[in-house]
């Protein structure tokens, strides 16, 4: 492990983005640096990465259906309270509206309404998805309900473009959460 990070147990709640494959380089580094990882994937997610490899990486179950009998238990209860950092990566523009107005229709969402654990938000999309209004309208109120904005960041994006809405680098990702 990493000088300066500490093992933690981490939900990390994964949705559709086109970087959602990324969630799987995330959740190594995580299980790399010692900690207990718990993912949860939007239904969109799902078209993008399979739950059978955020099981297999995370060495745990993945919830991506609340309404599922077998969460009886409700599981978005059991891991908000059962994790020490909530991080939803890559977060698409359309979580960001539905967090900033604590929205909880599926696991993710849900997840983080429930949760007194620190939130970490990094945000993944195209440029103008991520400047226009609403979106920077989102994130700011996410930030005031102290939430820690992990980039984006500026670069090569799935478009072809580039510019600001790249997901942080899972590496450095995995390091704010765990600093
Ligand atoms: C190929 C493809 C790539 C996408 N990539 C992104 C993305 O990087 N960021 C984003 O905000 N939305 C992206 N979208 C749109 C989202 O998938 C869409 O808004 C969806 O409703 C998000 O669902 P979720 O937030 O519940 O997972 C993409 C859509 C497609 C078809």
């Known amino acids: 492990m990493k000088r300066g990070t500490v093992k933690r147990r981490v939900f990390l709640g994964v949705t559709g983005s086109i970087a959602a494959y990324k969630a799987c380089l995330i959740v190594r580094g995580l299980i790399k640096a010692g900690c207990e990882v718990r993912c949860a994937a939007t239904q969109n997610a799902l078209k993008f990465v399979s739950p059978l490899t955020l099981a297999a990486l995370s060495r745990a179950p993945v919830v991506t259906d609340l309404m599922d009998p077998a969460h009886w238990d409700m599981a ?72 820690t904005m992990l980039g984006p960041v500026s670069g090569p994006l799935a478009s072809g473009r580039v510019g600001m809405g790249r997901l942080m680098d899972p590496e450095e990702i995995v390091r704010r959460v765990l600093a």
Not at 89 to 110: E, F
Not at 117 to 131: G, K, L, Y
């Open 76 to 147: 978005h209860l059991s891991l908000a309270s059962w994790a020490e950092r909530v991080l939803v990566a890559p977060a698409t523009a359309d979580s960001l509206a539905r967090l900033a107005v604590g929205r909880a229709a599926g696991p993710v969402d849900a997840t983080v309404l429930s949760t007194k654990a620190p939130v970490f938000i990094a945000p993944a999309m195209d440029t103008e998805m991520w400047e226009h209004p609403a979106t920077a309208a989102n994130a700011k109120r996410l930030a005031s309900y102290g939430y």
